[in-house]
Each structure stands twice: as C-alpha cells, then as structure tokens.
C-alpha cells in the first residue's frame, strides 16, 4: 500500500499531443479563412451581377435536371449550383455565395495540398495568402475556371493520400475528365486568336464562330486537337510564352483595390505572428501527462 503511495503512475496522453501537433495546422486554414472572409465581405455593394457564363451555369443548378449541359460544357459545376441552391434559394444570394466560395476555398485547398506534399508551413501559408489576395483569383469569371481548380486540387490531394500508383493515376484522371470544359478552351483560344489576327471582336462573345474558322464545327477539345494540331500548338506555345508576365502580374495586383484587401492582409499577418508562433513553444514544451492520484 506505501508503494503503491508513492508511486504515481504516468500515462501519455495521445489525444491532446494529436491536437497540439495540429495546432499550427488549424491555426493557419482559420487565418486563412478569415483573411478570405474580410477580403470578400460586402461584395455584393460593390460587384455587379454578370449575365452570359455564370448565368446560364446558376441557372442550369436551378433548373436541373432539365437544363443539364453535355458533357464538354461543365455539368460539374453547373451541378454544384443545384447543390448549392438547396441551401440558398435566392438567385441573387446564391451568385453572390458562390463567387464567394469560389474566392476563398481555392487557397484553403492549396494550403493542405502543399502541407500533405511536405512544404514548409509558413511558406505554404503566405503563397496560399498571396493567392487569395492575386488579381487572378477575385476578377476572374466567370468561375467554373475556379471550380476547376479546386476539382484538381481535391484530385491531387486525395491521390497525395494514396500509396498505391494506379489508384494515384485513377483518382487524378477521374478529376480530370470532370473538369473538362470545352467553352474554357474556346474562349481562351478565341483570345489569343484575336490578339494574333488584331480583330476587335470580343472572344468572350464570338469564341463560337472564331473556332469554326479554324476548326470547323468540332465541339470537343479533343476534336479540335485532331482537327486542327498546328493551331492548338500555337496556342499553347502563346500561353507558355504569357506565362511569366501572367505569373507576375497575378502575384503583384490584389483586387478590391484598397481597404479590403490591405485590411485582409494585415489581419492575417497579425493573427498569424500572435498565435502560430507561440502554438510551436506550447507544443514544444509542454509532456502531455496525466499524473492520477494513488489509490489508498
């Protein structure tokens, strides 16, 4: 019985060295997401609802199934309106929340997909930051090419989960033919050709007949491959070439220009250096142990 007294047992505690061990992790997505939350509110008094795109994607989640897009015009995305809409049914409220989540959650995605793939924490922070900040992510639309994005992340971190190749290779793939969108392509060859020919023409609207006269009446990017291969090299070989220019002008203009945007960035320094850095010390120091009292 005196042993037993004087001998106090210790057990490790798991689950609390778990959720210190994660801490930092947790910490940096909630920055992150509040970074996006200040960044994108109020956007409804000063973004104007945009017809075209985004409206025939919205409308075809609200009346699915009977304006469902083929296959070549992201039925994915127009699917996830319908989803979307269960939970808000307001046309106008439902644009605006999901040019909201189409806003914040790619850099929540690119954050865990640079973390699962052993980048380092803070690095991996401040690029999410940055892009969420990039004149690349808020003005873009319409935001199927967001949506994209975020299905081939999703792909890229569940295959980084995976250890077995093939179901590496099936998951990617799987993403990818889901986020497949002929009018994307279309519409961004259509700009390039009407910089190549000087035809004032806007791509975004006659990117329909711009195709047909180079290849024809195809109606999928790989017809358009086959069709016509000399074009679709020099396409690409004019996007490689904007790249640079595209990446430093993506990274170096935030947009709403002014006191969202710098507001957002400040905040999430300030969070960031207030509580990321004395997690690591806590986490650090402290031996997660239970000391239970003797049984007499």
Request: hydrophobic share 45%; glycine share 4%; net charge positive.
């Amino acid at each position: 019985m005196e042993k037993g007294m004087n001998e106090m047992p210790v057990i490790n505690n798991k689950s609390v060295n778990k959720f210190f061990n994660y801490l930092p992790e947790l910490i940096s997505l909630f920055v992150l997401l509040l970074s996006g939350i200040v960044y994108v509110y109020g956007i409804e008094h000063f973004l104007d609802i945009l017809g075209n795109d985004e409206s025939m994607y919205l409308y075809g989640g609200n009346s699915f199934p009977l304006n469902f897009p083929n296959s070549e015009y992201s039925p994915l995305y127009t699917l996830w309106y319908y989803f979307l809409n269960l939970l808000q049914p307001d046309t106008i409220r439902l644009y605006y929340l999901n040019y909201i989540l189409m806003t914040v959650l790619p850099s929540l995605f690119i954050y865990i997909f640079l973390r699962i793939n052993k980048a380092e924490m803070i690095i991996s922070f401040f690029f999410s930051l940055i892009f969420l900040l990039s004149y690349s992510n808020f003005p873009t639309w319409p935001k199927v090419s967001h949506f994209a994005l975020l299905s081939l992340l999703s792909g890229l971190i569940i295959s980084s989960l995976l250890t077995d190749k093939k179901h590496k290779v099936l998951v990617f793939t799987i993403c990818l033919l889901l986020t497949r969108s002929f009018q994307a392509f279309g519409q961004h060859y259509a700009r390039n050709w009407v910089k190549w020919y000087n035809d004032p023409r806007d791509p975004y609207y006659n990117y329909i007949i711009i195709l047909k006269e180079d290849f024809g009446n195809v109606n999928t990017i790989t017809g358009a491959i086959l069709k016509n291969p000399s074009a679709i090299s020099r396409h690409v070989i004019e996007n490689i070439s904007n790249l640079p220019g595209e990446i430093k002008y993506m990274f170096l203009n935030y947009y709403p220009i002014g006191y969202p945007g710098k507001l957002s960035l400040l905040a999430a320094i300030m969070v960031l250096i207030i509580s990321f850095i004395p997690s690591l010390r806590i986490r650090d120091k402290l031996n997660y142990k239970i000391i239970l009292k003797p049984r007499i």
